[in-house]
T-cell receptor
Framework: QKEVEQNSGPLSVPEGAIASLNCTYS??????FFWYRQYSGKSPELIMS????GDKEDGRFTAQLNKASQYVSLLIRDSQPSDSATYLC??????????FGSGTKLNVKP | DAGVIQSPRHEVTEMGQEVTLRCKPI?????LFWYRQTMMRGLELLIY????????DSGMPEDRFSAKMPNASFSTLKIQPSEPRDSAVYFC??????????FGPGTRLTVT
């Protein structure tokens, strides 16, 4: 079992819709969670971090954490074609173990 | 502020040659990570340093790979001899106190 799991997609949504990306993790001892966006041919770019249960909003992005159910999600409101990328979920354990999921590819269709 | 800097951005070499990848972390960050990314295996952690000291090199595929961090602002990843299966994108990332990783632009390595 992988420490962090994501559906590889692709997830296709129309422009202007809400894109919902999900991630589950296996270790309840994890402390922090991160979402990265990676455009094709580029490096992963940190877009959100979340440390406590609940929602965290930043512009069109909302990260949600539910530690009891061991899942993390990223909502992208008013999706734009420029949001088309692979989104990587990551979890930090014990302050030095950092695990990436395999990523979900998002396609936003004009 | 400058992010993580890597060089070269692209490297094409022949099998058997030595390859050296370079990285300058974000100033003030005390952890540095080398990752490799391929379509088949995704993002793999090769090695990480904390305060210039290698902490975990369990991801280094074999003895052909070595990494050094002589000071807080510079690290190298060396492959000697290189093989076609080493072809991948190599990322350097840095962080402060083990928090979020910030990635450099990567080096695309092609070994023919």
């Amino acid at each position: 079992q992988k420490e962090v799991e994501q559906n590889s997609g692709p997830l296709s949504v129309p422009e202007g819709a809400i894109a919902s990306l999900n991630c589950t993790y296996s270790d309840r001892g994890s402390q922090s969670f991160f979402w990265y966006r990676q455009y094709s041919g580029k490096s992963p770019e940190l877009i959100m971090s979340i440390y406590s249960n609940g929602d965290k909003e930043d512009g069109r992005f909302t990260a949600q954490l539910n530690k009891a159910s061991q899942y993390v999600s990223l909502l992208i409101r008013d999706s734009q074609p420029s949001d088309s990328a692979t989104y990587l979920c990551a979890a930090l354990y014990n302050f030095n173990k950092f695990y990436f999921g395999s990523g979900t590819k998002l396609n936003v269709k004009p | 502020d400058a992010g993580v800097i890597q060089s070269p951005r692209h490297e094409v070499t022949e099998m058997g040659q030595e390859v050296t990848l370079r990285c300058k972390p974000i100033s003030g960050h005390n952890s540095l990570f080398w990752y490799r990314q391929t379509m088949m295996r995704g993002l793999e952690l090769l090695i990480y340093f904390n305060n210039n000291v290698p902490i975990d090199d369990s991801g280094m595929p074999e003895d052909r790979f070595s990494a050094k961090m002589p000071n807080a602002s510079f690290s190298t990843l060396k492959i000697q001899p290189s093989e076609p299966r080493d072809s991948a994108v190599y990322f350097c990332a840095s962080s402060f106190e083990g928090a979020a990783r910030y990635f450099g632009p990567g080096t695309r390595l092609t070994v023919t």
